[in-house]
């Protein structure tokens, strides 16, 4: 089925969103799958993605709850309408490719990691759906981490443990619900299947329907990250 992205990027496949919350392992899952080829996934974007689905989510509103019938400009609604919000929301999703992501036109697979899901609480499925449909293929990778293990790393050390526990137990039933319901568009890993051998991952890769190349994926584990 032909997608409004194939005109830009004709080789695209689909699109990879690494979901989780910080210090999961993301970045170095996030430069793993790069290992696959043509794939380009860029690091995060302080969820820019919500405020996308909330300006078109905010139009729908509008368009469905004044825009029913014509309302003159003595209306305070006058144009709801004249709107569009299905096109409205796809023109955002493709100037968020086109400016925020800018993937190679010859480009296999593209996306992005992120992990401030957290703050969307009960709105989290409504956000990925809204991308499911606006991108190709669109594919949601749920990055998990042992909750003790995220406690002891970065930032979160400076937090209280209980809230981090919360947050990241309360976040895994989410990712954990999403992929039960939607199993062809998500799937869930773990930090510590593939931190040490990326073997663990050979679920996601036969997935997404691409080889593992253990050459790369070593070099990848053998290179010190920035963080």
Request: glycine share 6%.
């Amino acid at each position: 089925m032909s997608h409004r992205f194939d005109t830009a990027y004709p080789n695209l496949k689909g699109c990879i969103f690494i979901v989780t919350y910080g210090r999961s392992g993301s970045t170095l899952l996030q430069n793993l799958l790069m290992t696959i080829e043509g794939a380009t996934i860029r690091g995060e974007n302080h969820n820019a993605m919500e405020c996308i689905w909330a300006a078109a989510r905010r139009v729908r509103m509008t368009r469905y709850s004044w825009g029913e019938e014509p309302r003159g400009p003595e209306h305070p609604w006058h144009g709801a309408d004249q709107m569009r919000p299905v096109k409205f929301g796809a023109a955002l999703v493709d100037a968020f490719v086109e400016n925020v992501l800018v993937p190679p036109n010859d480009a296999r697979w593209f996306g992005f990691k992120e992990i401030r899901y957290n703050a969307l609480g009960d709105d989290f499925p409504m956000v990925l759906d809204f991308m499911h449909h606006h991108f190709k293929n669109a594919r949601f990778i749920f990055n998990t981490r042992n909750a003790d293990d995220v406690t002891r790393s970065g930032w979160w050390k400076d937090w209280d443990r209980d809230d981090v526990v919360r947050l990241v137990e309360g976040m895994d039933a989410r990712f954990a619900d999403y992929a039960a319901q939607y199993p062809d568009r998500a799937i869930l890993v773990n930090y510590a299947d593939f931190c040490d051998d990326p073997a663990g991952l050979e679920a996601v890769f036969d997935w997404l329907g691409e080889p593992i190349d253990p050459l790369k994926t070593a070099a990848v584990l053998a290179r010190r990250l920035e963080h």
